[in-house]
């Protein structure tokens, strides 16, 4: 048997909802024995259909499968179940997809102090900075986050080994996914990063069954089976549209995932609607644009003739303005 026929053989026993995602052999083996090795395969799925759903690369790790106790709410009692949370990976790729992240400045520690045996600095602050486009200047968030409110601990309350053994690492991380969800929070609305979530609510991975392996969401897998120029052509008048990557969704399930949806006659309907809203944001824009143009001009305002100077140039009473300084996840 040569090799090619052994690739083709292996790639025909992929499972299924594998190959209906258009998961290739070589991926799938990479994150099931490299990226997340011993997750069930229904939990790697879920990892595959959040990146798609966000438009990340699942290749480069940009979230985790996090075991947590979650509560049924029509039951009441509690499971274990593998969920899917960002890391501050995804917290930067997506704070920099905007084009209005501008950095942070350096962290600043608060006073070193001993809690449950860990010298660690009480807090930890940071600036963030983002780009107003409508008022056309720099906006500043910042940010400080305790140690003692954000510390990973254990079931005995004492600190975990991660947070012991990286205290400043994973503290910093913290206040950096504090202040992206602060100054996008259009783009990270509460929802709290793996960092973050470390020891808080979720434990190592308790040895189990693996569970079936999940369908994707209806809606992805149809837009997926689109020729790649109709998809780029339909993610490019999202970007255009500024559609938030919640918008996003909401609209390919809209018009990808009722019953027996023909996916070519959803993407023309789907184009047409975005050319529509399209034509209407040129249309306020330009009328904006006309009106600004129409507007009566403001007559200058006369100013006083100049006094002549009776105190110094410089008030030394004054302070003088200071210029402001500008400046990974382990899995677990």
Not at 22 to 46: D, H, K, M, Y
Not at 218 to 244: C, H, K, M, S
């Amino acid at each position: 048997m040569t090799d090619t026929h052994q690739v083709a053989q292996q790639a025909i026993d992929l499972p299924t909802p594998v190959t209906r995602r258009g998961i290739t052999e070589f991926q799938w083996r990479t994150l099931c024995n490299t990226l997340f090795p011993g997750a069930a395969p229904n939990s790697v799925l879920l990892v595959w259909d959040y990146c798609a759903a966000r438009s990340l690369d699942p290749m480069k790790k940009p979230c985790h499968i996090v075991p947590m106790r979650v509560k049924d709410a029509k039951t009441g009692e509690w499971d274990w179940r593998d969920v899917v949370m960002p890391g501050i990976y995804e917290y930067r790729i997506t704070a920099h997809r905007t084009g209005e992240y501008l950095g942070h400045s350096e962290p600043v520690y608060g006073p070193e102090i001993d809690f449950m045996g860990v010298k660690a600095f009480e807090w930890c602050a940071m600036t963030f900075y983002r780009w107003n486009s409508k008022a056309q200047k720099r906006v500043e968030f910042p940010v400080r986050v305790y140690f003692r409110e954000v510390v990973g601990t254990k079931k005995d309350g004492t600190v975990n080994e991660r947070w012991t053994r990286a205290d400043v690492q994973m503290h910093t991380k913290c206040t950096e996914a504090a202040g992206l969800r602060e100054a996008f929070p259009e783009e990270f609305g509460g929802e709290p990063t793996a960092e973050e979530m470390e020891g808080q609510q979720a434990i190592q991975r308790q040895a189990a069954v693996t569970p079936e392996i999940i369908p994707a969401p209806i809606a992805l897998t149809r837009f997926g089976q689109l020729p790649e120029g109709i998809r780029d052509n339909i993610e490019r008048a999202f970007g255009i549209l500024r559609f938030a990557n919640g918008a996003r969704l909401a609209k390919l399930n809209e018009c990808f995932g009722g019953e027996d949806v023909n996916a070519d006659d959803a993407a023309e309907g789907l184009l047409y609607w975005l050319r529509i809203k399209g034509d209407e944001q040129k249309l306020k824009k330009l009328r904006v644009e006309r009106g600004a143009k129409n507007a009566k001009p403001t007559p200058p305002v006369q100013e006083p003739p100049p006094v002549a100077a009776t105190t110094p140039a410089a008030d030394p009473l004054q302070p003088e303005s200071q210029p402001t300084d500008e400046s990974d996840v382990q899995s677990f």
